[in-house]
């Protein structure tokens, strides 16, 4: 169990050691994985932005996701789920979660581009993987940026979802594999969704930490 994202996210910099000083990009999924990010990236040395990317969610079910869609794009779909939708479906709630990549970018990057990754080593970082359709899209959205090496950090996820995972990234680095596992809150004594201000107060004093 983790105390809060905080101690997680310390004790995956741990995890992640062999990356400190080595150039890296640290890209985190917000808004939970902004904190996580912050930690990992300040440990590592490393350079750090949030890669903006959502869950594309069953109509009347948002948190049933078929898929997952990257600013670039790039999308990730749950065959399963998305051959339940027609394709007017699936087009009208990528268009949407596209509006919130597009506000979330103004908002939390203040509308800057993401860092040059190409043949770089990017570490992805998230505050846990449930379904993990936004690390899938992620890891896409790298790829089709010309990453060198993709790896997946996060504290906590399934052991059945880290061995989907490591078939689509370099490497995968999961603290807490728990096999019973229902939400990402059950590894940790406190945890809360943050907001789009508690985010970008991650990022704002990443900058500050480095003028």
């Not at 680095?173 to 059950?186: D, G, M, N």
């Amino acid at each position: 169990m983790f105390a809060d994202r905080k101690d997680a996210a310390l004790r995956l910099s741990k995890a992640l050691e062999k990356f400190k000083d080595k150039n890296v990009v640290v890209l985190g999924i917000p808004r939970g994985g902004a904190e996580t990010a912050y930690y990992v990236a300040r440990h590592l040395n490393a350079e750090l932005s949030l890669i903006l990317v959502r869950k594309l969610g069953y109509p009347g079910n948002e948190e049933y996701a078929f898929g997952a869609i990257a600013e670039d794009g790039s999308v990730y779909y749950n065959k399963n789920a998305r051959s339940k939708l027609s394709q007017d479906t699936v087009n009208t709630i990528e268009t949407k979660e596209k509006a919130e990549i597009e506000r979330r970018i103004q908002t939390l990057r203040k509308g800057g581009k993401l860092p040059q990754i190409k043949n770089k080593t990017v570490i992805i970082v998230d505050d846990g993987i449930a379904t993990g359709s936004t690390i899938f899209a992620a890891i896409k959205m790298c790829k089709n940026k010309g990453a060198a090496k993709i790896i997946v950090a996060a504290p906590v996820s399934s052991p059945d979802k880290e061995r989907e995972l490591k078939k689509e990234a370099d490497e995968v680095c999961i603290l807490l594999k728990p096999y019973q596992f229902y939400a990402v809150s059950q590894a940790y004594d406190s945890f809360y969704n943050l907001t789009d201000d508690e985010a970008l107060a991650f990022m704002e004093r990443w900058e500050k930490e480095k003028r």
